[in-house]
Nanobody
Framework: QVTAVESGGGLVQAGGSLRLSCAAS????????MGWYRQAPGKQRELVAV???????RYADAVKGRFTISRDYTKNTVDLSMNTLKPEDTAVYYC????????????WGQGTQVTVSS
């Protein structure tokens, strides 16, 4: 079993910065993807940024150039640095862990609220 515990988030004014962290524990296969999704009220959950165990990153177009994802492979953590925040970034942010052994399984954190005021 894999668990993901998020920290960070909160309330910030537009143009400000926040940093989210996610710590994974449990049996995590060497081939995996860790990252962040978000869900705003009335909207579907959407990808924000993910990074593979091989350090390949993928970002949503809406956050490119403003958000940076990073991983510490020794600690099984994934961070999301968010700069130049906009009110439309307001959402609950979820940490995601996908492992591929023995089969594809996705685990989610409990979510952390990010609110950007205008």
């Amino acid at each position: 079993q894999v668990t993901a515990v998020e920290s960070g988030g909160g309330l910030v004014q537009a143009g400000g910065s926040l940093r989210l962290s996610c710590a994974a524990s449990g049996s995590i296969a060497s081939s995996n993807v860790m990252g962040w999704y978000r869900q705003a009220p009335g909207k579907q959950r959407e990808l924000v940024a993910v990074m593979t165990s091989g350090a390949l990153a993928r970002y949503a177009d809406a956050v490119k150039g403003r958000f940076t994802i990073s991983r510490d492979y020794t600690k099984n953590t994934v961070d999301l640095s968010m700069n130049t925040l906009k009110p439309e970034d307001t959402a609950v942010y979820y940490c995601s862990i996908v492992v591929f052994s023995p089969w594809r399984t996705e685990y989610w954190g409990q979510g952390t609220q990010v609110t950007v005021s205008s």
